[in-house]
């Protein structure tokens, strides 16, 4: 049972050192109780209350970590069945799958698309993360040959091993050294040889079962052995089964607490269909509902793109604006003679109107007024996009040393506050500029300070 806010403030030191990021230990214990915030995060609990805390306070689904670094990967810690209840925690990753029995030059292939199919949207790059490595004929040396080849090659891929040979695992896990590697998989044949694996070298580890309730039994044996950091494959290898699986793991972690279900799960939609088009409507499926990691065959673009961008919108967190940091933006290299434009700082309006600035390769400064992640006519209505609060960001800005000139281009939706705003700052003059920022290009090419 999770434990409240005041039941774990009276395990804590009470210190108030505010050395966490939390001026108080109570407002820390409240953080900790809600999930916001790891109980490890205080640097002076004892072990034994991290240790009550942190059992009490995990998340029904487990959080697992594949890799190293600021690259390492990152499934679980989901603790609704919906978006709109709270969020969703941590997106799902995509795995290209490379095997031993495939030729070289569609292993290169697979491994440069991996380092090269990568994608900025609102700030945001959108990429695979992992590439999944299969012993197809227990061949040690040509998995190893194999793993060092990934190893060497894509610096930034986190790594699933996939064989039937123990003995190969362990010699490709000691291979990735501090990359550590998701080990696949533990089933009926040797759970004892790959539980003290993954033990050994503190990796997380993959359960394969044959159908949801072998699954069961397979994961119970491994916590019972002392493993927590596990993923779950049921088996499933049609869209119907998998789609089934998932939703009854969900709900069985979420609702009930059910533990021997509540870890991540790997998905492989790459065994379920030869056709790469329907390989992509099941995997759009199971992003949704609820995989941890998806196994891809190849990676195109044409059909990568579509489900990152699906990614990112199902893991946004719907309860907080995607926000840029207020500031002046230089583009195009910009001097003390160049144009000068505001607008918010919700992610979506700054990069829609960057970019068409840049396209229009008019050297600008854009002004990034913070709005709380609102868009400008709602931001407007709300009072924080006003001419008094445009005026003071302006003086504080530091934009009246960077330019000769004293003229502001406003968005053409805010053109009733023009007069507000001369007001508010007299020594400028302002313009307004196009309602959309698709007219911007014309706009800037035309500009001439007044």
């Known amino acids: 049972m999770a434990l409240t806010g005041i039941q774990i403030l009276k395990m804590l030191p009470k210190k108030n050192c505010g050395e966490c990021g939390i001026p108080t230990c109570l407002a820390f214990a409240m953080k900790v109780a809600a999930g916001q915030i790891e109980i490890g995060e205080c640097p002076y609990v004892s072990d034994e209350a991290k240790e009550t805390i942190g059992e009490a306070s995990a998340p029904p689904i487990r959080t697992i970590k594949i890799g190293s670094g600021d690259s390492a990967f990152t499934a679980g810690g989901e603790t609704c069945l919906f978006r709109h209840e709270k969020r969703f925690e941590h997106p799902t990753g995509f795995a290209v799958l490379i095997s031993t029995d495939m030729a070289g030059d569609d292993v290169d292939g697979r491994i440069n698309r991996f380092k090269s199919l990568r994608y900025e949207r609102v700030g945001v790059l959108m990429k695979a993360d992992l590439i999944a490595i ?152 199971l992003i949704a509902k609820y995989a941890g990691i998806i196994v891809l065959s190849d990676l195109q673009g044409d059909i990568l793109f579509p489900l990152l961008l699906e990614r990112l919108n199902i893991f946004t967190d719907p309860q907080r604006p995607m926000v840029v940091q207020e500031d002046i933006y230089s583009i195009n290299g910009p001097d003390e003679n160049s144009p000068v434009l505001i607008t918010c700082n919700f992610s979506l309006t700054y990069f829609i109107v960057s970019g068409e600035i840049e396209g ?89 300070p007044a």
């Not at 007024?369 to 400008?376: N, P, R, Y």
């Open 360 to 448: 229009s390769n008019v050297p600008s400064w854009l002004l990034i007024k913070d709005t709380e992640g609102l868009s400008v006519l709602t931001a407007w209505a709300a009072g924080k996009f006003g001419a008094d609060l445009i005026a003071q960001f302006i003086k504080k800005s530091g934009i009246e040393d960077k330019v000769k000139h004293r003229e502001l281009i406003i968005p053409g939706y805010l053109a009733t506050i023009k007069g507000e705003l001369e007001e508010e700052l007299p020594e400028w003059t302002i313009t307004i500029g196009p309602r959309e920022a698709g007219h911007l290009p014309a706009f800037l090419k035309e500009w001439k």
């Open 134 to 285: 299969k012993d197809a004929a227990g061949d040690q040396g040509a998995f190893t040959g194999l793993v060092q080849k990934v190893l060497d090659s894509a610096e930034d891929a986190n790594l699933i091993l996939i064989s039937d040979s123990t003995d190969n695992l362990a010699a490709a896990v000691k291979l990735c050294g501090e990359r550590k590697p998701l080990i696949y998989s533990a089933d009926q044949a040797d759970i004892d040889g790959l539980a003290g694996l993954a033990k050994d070298s503190a990796c997380a580890l993959a359960v394969k079962g044959d159908n949801l309730d072998n699954t069961i039994e397979i994961t119970e044996k491994l916590t019972a052995a002392g493993l927590k950091d596990l993923a779950i494959d049921t088996g499933a290898r049609t869209l119907r089964a998998a789609l089934e699986d998932n939703v009854v793991a969900r709900r069985a972690a979420i609702n009930t607490k059910f533990k021997p279900l509540g870890f991540p799960t790997i998905m492989f939609p790459c065994e379920m269909t030869d056709d790469p088009l329907m390989e992509a409507m099941i995997s759009s499926v």
